[in-house]
């Protein structure tokens, strides 16, 4: 079992920045790569950056170019640096650690990010 805790969402006007955070504990030896996915009201979970293991990433087209995804192995966390945020970006963000046997069954809390025009 994975444990995922995530920081760093708020409010923001169109074009600002933020960074979320997301901190990995428990079994974290399974883990073969994390990502961000984000839910806005009324639509479905959508895939906005991944990042493997060996260092493969990556984004959704919507993102490319604005947001930026990194981890530290160290600290076991990922971030997703976020700029030029459109409202279109407003969401709950969440945090995911896949592993071989359970790709999608390890999520964090989700946290909000809203972007206002």
């Known amino acids: 079992q994975v444990q995922l805790v995530e920081s760093g969402g708020g409010l923001v006007q169109a074009g600002g920045s933020l960074r979320l955070s997301c901190a990995a504990s428990?079994?974290?030896?399974?883990?073969?790569?994390m990502g961000w996915y984000r839910q806005a009201p009324g639509k479905q979970r959508e895939k906005v950056a991944t990042?493997?293991?060996?260092?493969?990433?990556n984004y959704a087209n919507s993102v490319k170019g604005r947001f930026t995804i990194s981890r530290d192995n160290a600290k076991n966390t990922v971030y997703l640096q976020m700029n030029s945020l459109k409202p279109e970006d407003t969401a709950v963000y969440y945090c995911?650690?896949?592993?071989?046997?359970?790709?999608?069954?390890?999520w964090g809390q989700g946290t909000q990010v809203t972007v206002s025009s």
């Open positions: 995911n650690a896949a592993t071989l046997s359970a790709p999608y069954n390890n």
């Open positions: 428990g079994s974290i030896f399974s883990i073969v790569a």
């Open positions: 990042i493997t293991n060996g260092g493969s990433i």
